[in-house]
């Protein structure tokens, strides 16, 4: 006589032996949880009741730097803004003006979004963010703004996001 599994049984097995991942990563966020209040020594941002905030500065408060400013110092940007095109070259400073616009809103309630750089590419300019929400929110207010060609490309299992506007 065959005797069946129930269909509960199979789900309980699987779920005792399947491996949770996360679906992103973000190496540069710490994985302890950090002494509070914590101050950034480079831009003074406050770690407090689990977030980075902009506040004052508490004494004897430990010092760590925040992910963004870890980010800045090693160069490892988690957002690239690639923006190209022959309309690029008549509105530039407004293109920029913009995307420095977007920063500074996100960046009053939110001190890990920062532009770490914006340089000269040979078909127009490359913007790097701190923060891939960041990138994929200035892409989409340039696009909104100019429309053009917008196109976004998410590394799979990293926090890095690429984001191509053209016009």
């Known amino acids: 006589m065959m005797t069946r599994k129930k269909s509960t049984d199979y789900i309980r097995q699987d779920r005792k032996n399947r491996l949770?991942?996360?679906?992103?990563?973000?190496?540069?966020?710490?994985?302890?949880?950090?002494?509070e209040p914590t101050v950034c020594p480079k831009c003074s941002a406050v770690f407090h009741k689990g977030r980075w905030a902009w506040s004052d500065i508490p004494s004897q408060a430990h010092k760590e730097m925040c992910p963004a400013c870890h980010r800045i110092n090693d160069k490892v940007p988690a957002g690239f803004l690639n923006l190209s095109g022959s309309f690029l070259k008549d509105h530039r400073t407004e293109i920029l003006n913009l995307v420095n616009n977007f920063e500074n809103i996100e960046k009053q309630e939110h001190p890990l979004k920062r532009i770490m750089n914006i340089q000269e590419v040979e078909d127009g300019l490359l913007v790097t963010f701190t923060d891939p929400h960041l990138t994929r929110g200035a892409g989409e207010a340039i696009h909104h703004a100019y429309e053009g060609e917008l196109d976004f490309k998410y590394s799979k299992g990293e926090y890095i996001l690429r984001v191509n506007w053209k016009r």
């Open 20 to 35: 949770l991942r996360e679906l992103v990563h973000d190496p540069y966020m710490s994985k302890l949880k950090l002494r």
